[in-house]
Structures are given as structure tokens and as C-alpha cells.
């Protein structure tokens, strides 16, 4: 363009010279022009052509130059009307003199419309009064003036403008001023920032709202980031103390058993740079206050274009799963002493029920005995007998398989009325606190084994204490959902009375506490306690369908928690036995079935001595076999727990099935839950006798089924 303009020029000056020169050969005489001659006029026609030429050349390079400004012009105007942004000029008071197409079309209007009407028209008042602001600013401004405002153009329609001005010619009074202002439109920009700070703020929000604990590390093993559940779990106040610290030198150093974690060891800070998941799944991490606690974690490595930048570690708190395990583990080697334990007294009550039963017999032979030495040597063996009878009960107390005696009692009423029992087993300086519940306690157990669990935890918070202290009872209520997390993995979601016995007395190390209800174990002297006393209050727990749960603290006391089921309403008791003892005998015929040899002939014994007739079998088979020759039977007494394709429980069923009204009576020397207490055959059960009995047990038991109707005979 300059190029064009220096060729112009020159043009111009030489069409000047020329024409001097031709109006000074004008001015002079025709005759001074005939006095040069022909050879001079040539040469001026000549030049005269020339420099005609040269015109008409120069002529033709302004229109050409003319053109080409023409066609820059065309494309200046076009380039600023389609601008990616929209332009203004306009003065001080933001009269507008010029404007571009795409600020019309960010507008939604005409160039005609807004050089017509201007820009104000256009926007809100609020956003109006922000244009003339800025163009007042802009005007007093040396370097121009920037400004973003978010406008409302219409009811659905809001956008966010840029505003950048500068003032075109500084050196004019105000009033002669103008500015151009670039306009920009940033509301996509914005939506996008905005869209980027809404989802870091959810990622912010889901990292602080995790229970997990999760941290970035860099390639060289430094916190990056903490969430809010870690930072809380490794003991910290805020991310800050945590930021650019060295992992594993803060919270990995050291292993669970005390030996130094080498760093080159760490799992976690060897995979820092490899491309691959790490998974522990019961580490120690170590928190600011020095103690350590375990946890399940995951570290996954951070990815930029294919490249390892950082690995993000997740952990959780497994303490609670541990202590569930080792509960879960408990339960489970209860549950096989259990059986051991239910097994052995099972033979033991058989041995038991043969050496009383005998002894009762031998008693009733013995008509005189001068000295009486005889008699007390029975009288000796039946209380070691007795003694061996009540062991087997705690033992099978303990495996859950003893027969229950159910009643619906109110826990906080129960405790009161045997406070005076309780407090009589109490040393002087040991002080009984009974808090009263809030409202009714009801539940369904067995008051007298109830009452007997309530006494031996007395007794050991008694022993505990031995040089006085505190013993508090109290009873409230809880109700354990099913998203919930059980006190103990066999407790089932509902509601539970909890009976709370605390002492203040010596408490447990950790190690004992952990073994304080199984079977024979105990930290008292040798000879002064059976360890039976806890496990049989653990397994009536349990068989009443709740849990104990034990606590104690070396130095500072125990808590020992009797978890039972609330009775729900209008759940009764089960009929009691309101059998009278020392019934006398009687001459009907009954069908006894036993497999233990010893124990069907001192049971034969006894019943042919109380004027029954007896059939006796060993088993079930033989049972059927004299059913089914249609013998006329008053009573069927058989064995539960018996070998053969059928039990005493099946072959009751089945008989009562044959003999209308049959009379039952059951006995064992072990309970499963399905034959717990002499439950009456109204509630869909059979009566049933526990082992070891005597003659006078049987007989009152014989009586009290018998009287209850009349005989059956076989169905026609």
C-alpha cells in the first residue's frame, strides 16, 4: 500500500513539471516557435507524447490504486463486521458511531437498529448503567479500560460479556473523544468454569463424604492430597500438616510387632511409579499421636497420557471387622465345646440316671439296718450322684442343650424382689446399687436358670472385689435394626432387654477376657471356683435366643451385658408343672423304648415295682413292630436321643398317629432347642422327663400324663 502511494506521487510531480513547461512554450511568440525549426518542433511533439503517455500510464495506476484501496476497504469492513467479537465506537456518553454485524448478532438485532437506537435499549437498567460507567472510565483512562459483567437479555436468555476499550484520540477535549470497545462473549467460557468448579466441588464433596480415607502420593512418596475421613483417622487436624510430608516416614515406619518397615519394603511406595493396583488387606498405619491401628487398603496409580504421575490410596478402620472375626471365631469354638460338652453329659446322665435310680431301689430293699451304716452309704453315693446330676446341668447350661422352664417375667421387677438374695451373698464392704427401668422389662426365660445366671455373675463381681467396691445392676432397653452392626454376629435384629451387672473391682487383662466364658477356664485360686459360671450364663443367654457380652479393664472393673429378647405382647407362659411329687403308682400298660440296656432295666425296674405292665424294645423299629399287632397301650415312654432311622420324638408322632390320643412321655439326658422343658402336648410338643431321674420323679411324671384323659386303643 505504501509502495502504491510512493508511485502516486512521483506521478503527480512529474505531471506538474510538465505542464510548466507546456504553458511556458505557450507563452512564448508563434514566431519564436517557427524560429526553432522543424527539428525542434519534432522533438517537442515528441516530448509532448511522452509525457502524454506517462499520463495516461499514471492515470491508469490511480484507478488501479483506487480499485485495490476500494477492495481493502471492502475486506476491512467485511473482516469487522463477521469479527469473532463485537466492536463499538462510540464517545463518552456511549453514543455509538460505529458498529460490527457480530455484536448485532450477539444482541439479536440489526446494525441499522443499533446505531439507531444504541446500545442502551438493549439491556436491563442495571446492566445500562454499567455501560455508561465503563465508557466514562475508558474516556479518563490513558491505557484503555476492562470490565465483565453478566447481562440478561431476555427472560431466558442471560450471557457474560468482556468489555476492553481504548480511547482512539487522547490528545482531544473529553467531549471530542471516542473509544473502541471490544466486546467479548465469555458465557460459554463461564458455563465451562462453572461446569468445572461444580464437578470439582461434587469430587471434593464425595472425597470429604467417604467413610474410606484416601490420599494422593507423588513419584517421590509425598502427600498430594488427604480426605477428610484420613486426615480424621490418622489423627490430624487439617490437610495442611499432611501436604508434601513423606508418606511412609509418617504413617508406615513401623510394622504391628514393633520392627522397623523398611521404605524398600513398602509395598505401597514400590508401586508408586509402576502401573499396577496393590492390595493389603491387614496393614498397620501409624497416627500422629504414635499409637497404630489396622486397616484394609488399595493403592491405584494415577495415569496422564499413558504416564504413572502419582498413586491415590484408599484404607479403612478394620478394627470392628477384627473384633467381629474374633467373636465370629469364638462363637464358632463355643458352638464345637458345646457339642463336645452336650455329648458327654448326654452318656454322663444315662450313667447317672443307672447309679440313682439303683441306689433309690437299693434304699426301698433295705427294711432294717441296725448300725444305719448302710443306709449312709446310699445317702453318701445318691448326693455325689446328685452333685455329678447338677454338674452335667451347667454343662449342658453351657452348650444350650438344657430343658427350659418358660415365663414371661419383668426383668427390672424380677431383680428387685431377689435383692435381699443378692445382697446376703454380698461381703459387707461391697455396696449393691440397683437402677430401675424406664417402663415394663417383659421377657420369656426360665426364672429359676434366670435367676441362677443372675447369681453366679454376683459371685464372680463378688470375687473381684476383694477389698470392697461397687457393684451397680441395671436394666434398660435396646433395639438392634437389621442395617445395624450386632454387639455380636449371632444376636438377630430386634428388641432386647439388657441386663448390666458392673463392678469396680480388679478387672481382666485383655488375654483373660477373651477366654473368660468358655468352660473351666478361671482367674481365681486353685479350688476356689469351677470356671463353670460364666459359661453356663453365656449358654442360658443363648438358648434364651440373646447373648453376653463382656468387658473389662485391668485395674478398673468388668461389665459383664446379659442381652435377652423382649417379650412381644400377648406372648404367655408356658404351662408350668404343677405336677404333685410322690404319686402313687398305677396298672396300666406302657410301652417302654430305650437303647442303653442298663438304663431300660433299672426304668423297668421301677416301673413293674409301681404296678405297671411293661413292653419293653431298645429302639424305635421294635417300637412299630408292637404297634402294629395292635396291643392295647395306655402310655408310649421312650427315649429321644436313640440310633435307627427314627427318634423317640418321630416314633411319639408317629405312634399318636396309630393310637388315638395316645399318652407320651419323653425323656433325655440332652435337649436340642426343638426339645426344650416338659411342654405340654397342647402347644404341639410331648412332655418330656429330663435324665437323670429317680423312681419318685418318674412316678409323679407317669401320673401327671396318665391322669390327663383316658386310655387309648389303636384306631379301628
Known amino acids: 500500500m505504501n509502495h502504491r502511494r510512493s508511485e502516486t506521487s512521483e506521478a503527480g510531480n512529474s505531471s506538474r513539471k510538465l505542464r510548466a513547461r507546456a504553458e511556458e512554450l505557450l507563452r512564448q511568440s508563434v514566431d519564436d516557435i517557427y524560429d526553432l525549426g522543424k527539428v525542434r518542433v519534432k522533438e517537442l511533439v515528441q516530448e509532448l507524447r511522452v509525457h502524454q503517455i506517462e499520463l495516461e500510464m499514471q492515470n491508469e495506476d490511480l484507478l488501479r490504486s483506487r480499485s485495490e484501496l476500494e477492495e481493502a476497504r471492502e475486506q476491512y469492513f467485511d473482516l469487522y463486521d463477521n469479527a469473532p467479537v463485537g466492536y463499538i465506537i462510540s464517545d463518552g456518553l456511549g453514543n455509538i458511531s460505529s458498529v460490527n454485524r457480530k455484536l448485532a448478532e450477539m444482541l439479536d438485532t440489526t446494525k441499522a437498529e443499533l446505531l439507531k437506537r444504541g446500545f442502551a435499549p438493549f439491556l436491563r437498567q442495571d446492566d445500562v448503567d454499567f455501560f455508561y460507567i465503563h465508557c466514562r472510565k475508558a474516556i479518563q483512562a490513558e491505557k484503555g479500560h476492562t470490565g465483565e459483567i453478566g447481562l440478561t437479555l431476555s427472560e431466558d436468555r442471560a450471557v457474560f460479556f468482556r468489555f476492553d476499550s481504548l480511547l482512539l484520540n487522547p490528545t482531544l477535549p473529553d467531549e471530542l473523544k471516542s473509544i473502541r470497545t471490544t466486546i467479548s462473549d465469555l458465557t460459554e467460557q463461564k458455563r465451562a468454569e462453572a461446569a468445572l468448579r461444580d464437578r470439582e466441588q461434587r469430587l471434593e464433596l464425595i472425597l470429604a463424604s467417604t467413610g474410606e480415607g484416601m490420599y494422593g502420593m507423588d513419584l517421590a512418596g509425598r502427600f498430594t492430597f488427604a480426605n477428610r475421613a484420613s486426615i480424621r483417622m490418622l489423627g490430624y487436624r487439617d490437610e495442611q500438616e499432611l501436604l508434601g510430608q513423606d508418606v511412609h516416614t509418617l504413617i508406615h515406619h513401623t510394622r504391628r510387632d514393633g520392627t522397623v518397615h523398611a521404605k524398600e519394603d513398602c509395598p505401597i511406595y514400590q508401586a508408586r511409579c509402576a502401573n499396577k493396583v496393590v492390595h493389603l488387606d491387614d496393614e498397620t498405619l501409624w497416627r500422629a499421636d504414635g499409637s497404630s491401628f489396622p486397616v484394609d487398603y488399595r493403592s491405584h496409580p494415577m495415569l496422564s497420557d499413558g504416564e504413572v504421575v502419582g498413586t491415590v490410596v484408599s484404607f479403612s478402620d478394620i478394627r470392628e471387622r477384627k473384633e467381629k472375626e474374633a ?51 446310699i445317702n453318701d453315693a445318691l448326693s455325689a450322684a446328685r452333685d455329678g446330676a447338677e454338674l452335667i446341668q451347667r454343662l449342658l447350661a453351657f452348650s444350650r442343650k438344657q430343658p427350659l422352664q418358660v415365663q414371661r417375667i419383668d426383668v427390672g421387677e424380677f431383680v428387685r424382689n431377689i435383692r435381699r438374695f443378692l445382697r446376703r451373698t454380698l ?16 421377657v ?20 473381684a472385689m476383694p477389698e470392697g467396691g461397687t457393684l451397680k445392676i441395671e436394666t434398660s432397653r435396646k433395639c438392634i435394626g437389621a442395617d445395624a452392626t450386632a454387639p455380636d454376629p449371632e444376636v438377630a435384629p430386634g428388641k432386647y432387654i439388657i441386663i448390666t451387672v458392673r463392678d469396680s473391682g480388679i478387672g481382666m487383662s485383655p488375654e483373660d477376657a477373651v477366654h473368660a466364658i468358655e ?45 435377652l429378647p423382649e417379650a412381644a405382647p400377648g406372648i404367655q407362659d408356658n404351662d408350668r408343672d404343677q405336677t404333685p411329687k410322690n404319686q402313687p ?38 417300637a412299630r413292630k408292637v404297634c402294629e399287632e395292635e396291643v392295647a397301650l395306655d402310655l408310649l415312654f421312650s427315649d429321644i436321643v436313640m440310633p435307627g432311622d427314627m427318634n423317640g420324638r418321630e416314633l411319639a408322632r408317629w405312634a399318636s398317629q396309630r393310637y388315638s390320643g395316645l399318652k407320651v412321655l419323653l425323656t433325655t439326658g440332652v435337649t436340642s432347642d426343638e426339645e426344650t422343658g416338659e411342654l405340654p402336648t397342647k402347644h404341639g410338643r410331648f412332655p418330656v422327663l429330663r435324665k437323670p431321674y429317680m423312681k419318685a420323679e418318674l412316678a409323679a411324671a407317669l401320673r401327671a400324663v396318665l391322669d390327663g384323659g383316658p386310655a387309648r386303643r389303636p384306631r379301628e
Request: proline share 2%.
Open 327 to 377: 467373636q465370629l471365631r469364638q462363637a464358632q469354638k463355643m458352638e464345637v465345646v458345646g457339642q463336645l460338652t452336650g455329648g458327654i453329659a448326654h452318656d454322663f446322665n444315662n450313667l447317672l440316671t443307672v447309679i440313682l435310680a439303683n441306689l433309690g431301689l437299693l434304699g426301698d430293699e433295705i427294711v432294717s439296718d441296725a448300725g444305719g451304716s448302710a443306709r449312709e452309704l
Open 427 to 442: 461381703r459387707e464392704d461391697i455396696e449393691l446399687r440397683i437402677g430401675r427401668a424406664d417402663g415394663a422389662s417383659p
Open 444 to 463: 420369656l426365660v426360665d426364672p429359676r436358670l434366670f435367676e441362677s445366671a443372675l447369681l453366679n455373675l454376683v459371685v464372680n463381681a463378688r470375687d
Open 519 to 563: 468352660p473351666f477356664f478361671t482367674t481365681k485360686e486353685r479350688g476356689k471356683g469351677s470356671g463353670l459360671g460364666l459359661s453356663m450364663v453365656y449358654g442360658f443367654a443363648k438358648q434364651s435366643g440373646g447373648s453376653l457380652l463382656l468387658r473389662s479393664v485391668l485395674g478398673e472393673g468388668t461389665t459383664v451385658l446379659l442381652l
Open 585 to 622: 403308682g398305677g396298672s396300666e400298660t406302657i410301652l417302654l423304648v430305650e437303647d442303653e440296656s442298663q438304663v431300660r432295666n433299672v426304668a423297668k425296674r421301677i416301673l413293674t415295682g409301681l404296678g405297671y405292665k411293661v413292653i419293653e424294645v431298645e429302639n424305635a423299629a421294635a
